[in-house]
């Protein structure tokens, strides 16, 4: 039946009469949920099962200079674009749980317990996500860092600053490693924020892990079925890896983008963290050509929940397409 203006007001003069009818029995309301379930996505790779794990959102106003080289309005109309408010940013994080069948990887840690009373619980939440998701922290294998922003490492230490995963070996980038603990480096570096990434790191891997981590190199196996990419630019070691089981592969990208509605539609776009912007843009479009010849699945640390896809070429930059949910792994 066609649904017309008559048959629209019809209705609304049906539901004003409705008081004139007899009350129905009251049943009591439902109560109100308070907080998100907890949130998991698992899909497989071949034999190994990958386990996305969301440790929040971090909404903050939009800064000026958020993108280095573009007008903060071209951000703003980026952003209405795709149904974002304008003037703030959401950045979401998902840190990974890799099941290879003989070992359970960690893939960085999100922004640590001690974050999640400091944010009201926005972030902070991997530990807890992880418990739910049914992995004991204890029974992790190896830890692997992409680089040394603290939403990367700072859930290596629980908010006591004890280990968060005792019993596992915790693997870097070595070029990451010897940039942020050389002293040189660390004395020149800008006031500001440049200069708390390398105190948080020392903090981290220093007092919390008494530098108990073991560097690997690009282009060698970290783990079983997962290789260390080279993709620098964002940090001088950052690095993101490719989950190969079978005939059937993933690329973990770390920090290659940020925002998918900003930085894969516009890979020219300079993010302020990037520590060589210009060299993490000739990442960026290297990749993603990479991606979009080879077809390949897509995992985000800062892509929207479950944080996973795929990309296409579109007009000057690309266009990320999520992956279909699945509720069976």
Do not use: C
């Not at 386990?51 to 980026?78: H, M």
């Not at 050389?182 to 948080?200: C, H, I, L, W, Y």
């Amino acid at each position: 039946m066609e649904l017309t203006r008559r048959h629209a007001l019809a209705g609304a003069a049906a539901l004003a009469a409705t008081p004139l009818l007899p009350k129905a029995p009251a049943r009591a309301a439902a109560p109100v949920a308070d907080k998100q379930a907890p949130s998991f996505y698992r899909y497989k790779v071949g034999d190994a099962q990958v386990t996305a794990i969301s440790d929040g959102v971090n909404n903050f106003a939009l800064p000026d200079t958020f993108v280095l080289n573009v007008k903060k309005d071209e951000v703003n109309a980026a952003l209405e674009k795709n149904f974002m408010p304008k003037d703030k940013m959401s950045i979401q994080f998902a840190p990974l749980v890799i099941n290879t069948g003989g070992k359970l990887v960690v893939v960085d840690t999100g922004n640590g317990a001690a974050a999640f009373a400091s944010s009201k619980g926005n972030v902070g939440q991997f530990g807890a996500n992880m418990v739910a998701a049914g992995f004991d922290p204890k029974a992790v294998d190896m830890v692997v860092i992409s680089h040394f922003h603290g939403d990367h490492i700072n859930g290596l230490l629980t908010a006591e600053n004890t280990l968060a995963f005792p019993n596992a070996e915790v693997l870097v980038p070595a070029a990451e490693w010897k940039y942020f603990m050389d002293d040189g480096e660390m004395s020149r570096a800008p006031e500001g924020r440049m200069q708390t990434v390398f105190k948080n790191a020392r903090r981290v891997f220093e007092a919390g892990l008494n530098k108990k981590a073991t560097p690997y190199e690009w282009g060698k196996e970290v783990a079983p079925g997962l290789t260390a990419v080279e993709t620098i630019g964002h940090t001088p070691g950052h690095t993101s890896y490719v989950l190969a089981s079978g005939s059937d592969k993933v690329f973990i990208q770390s920090d290659v983008t940020n925002l998918p509605a900003l930085f894969v539609t516009n890979p020219g776009w300079h993010l302020m963290f990037d520590q060589d912007p210009a060299l993490a843009e000739k990442t960026r479009r290297r990749v993603y050509d990479m991606l979009v010849a080879d077809k390949m699945r897509v995992q985000g640390f800062h892509y929207p929940f479950p944080a996973n896809g795929f990309v296409e070429k579109d007009g000057n930059g690309y266009r990320l397409i999520p992956a279909p949910w699945n509720p069976v792994i």
